[in-house]
């Protein structure tokens, strides 16, 4: 089955304490991308990817970094999370950049106390 | 990219269409219309896009109108489960892959 996956599902942290949220696709696409939803705020992106070993900021990139080792994997990490960081994240991908259909995951609903 | 209005809500019975208006009134003509949908948190899910001429697929119809400042989303027999909240965007191709949700329509599908 076509999917996009991310783990955990759910995460409690606290200030400072580095995390890594992973994503993977079966899909074989060369663009993923992160976003975060926060109600009023709507759906932001984070960072992005159009092929391996090749990240791009989007539009609230702070306090985040990513990384593009292989096409299926696109791991969000949050070097010293923070309380504003609390939020729902989303991985997608898509067969390329532009592509009309983008594929999300399920979700991880992280909590920075 | 344009900005598109959409009403907050609507109700819809099942088994009857649900016609989910949008307007774009500052749309140009290289910007696609797109149409997403988000169940209860779950991520988003790609529903349909079009850029003047309607178009149909196996989950539902996209009716543009001739100028293209509004469109309309048709789901011809909801059901339970198409309650959700849709969100209907601009976009060309160079931004396609970034995805700015606003507030959407959030529809309820009653029996």
């Known amino acids: 089955e076509a999917q996009v996956t991310q783990n955990p599902r759910y995460l409690i942290t606290v200030t400072g304490k580095k995390l890594t949220v992973t994503c993977s696709q079966n899909?074989?696409?060369?663009?993923m991308s992160w976003y975060r939803q926060d109600p009023g705020l709507g759906l932001r992106q984070i960072y992005y990817?159009?092929?391996?070993?090749?990240?791009d900021k989007g539009d609230v990139p702070e306090g985040y970094k990513v990384s593009r080792k292989e096409k299926r994997n696109f791991p969000l990490i949050l070097e010293s999370p923070s309380p504003n960081q609390t939020s729902l994240y989303f991985c997608?991908?898509?067969?390329?950049?532009?592509?009309?259909?983008?594929?999300f995951g399920p979700g991880t609903r992280l909590t920075v106390t | 990219d344009a900005k598109t209005t959409q009403p907050p809500s609507m109700d819809c019975a099942e088994g009857r269409a649900a016609n989910l208006p949008c307007n774009h009134s500052?749309?140009?003509?290289?910007?696609?219309v797109y149409w997403y949908r988000q169940i209860h948190s779950q991520g988003p899910q790609y529903i349909i896009h079009?850029?003047?001429n309607n178009e149909t697929n196996e989950m539902a119809s996209l009716i543009i109108t001739e100028d293209r400042k509004s469109s309309t989303l048709i789901l011809p027999h909801a059901t339970l489960r198409d309650t959700a909240v849709y969100y209907c965007?601009?976009?060309?191709?160079?931004?396609?892959?970034?995805?700015?949700f606003g507030t959407g329509t959030r529809l309820q599908v009653t029996l």
């Open positions: 997608a991908s898509s067969l390329s950049a532009g592509f009309w259909e983008q594929y």
């Open positions: 990817s159009m092929n391996v070993e090749v990240t």
């Open positions: 500052t749309i140009s003509g290289n910007e696609y």
């Open positions: 079009g850029l003047k």
């Open positions: 899909m074989n696409h060369e663009y």
């Open positions: 965007i601009a976009l060309n191709t160079g931004t396609a892959s970034k995805l700015t």
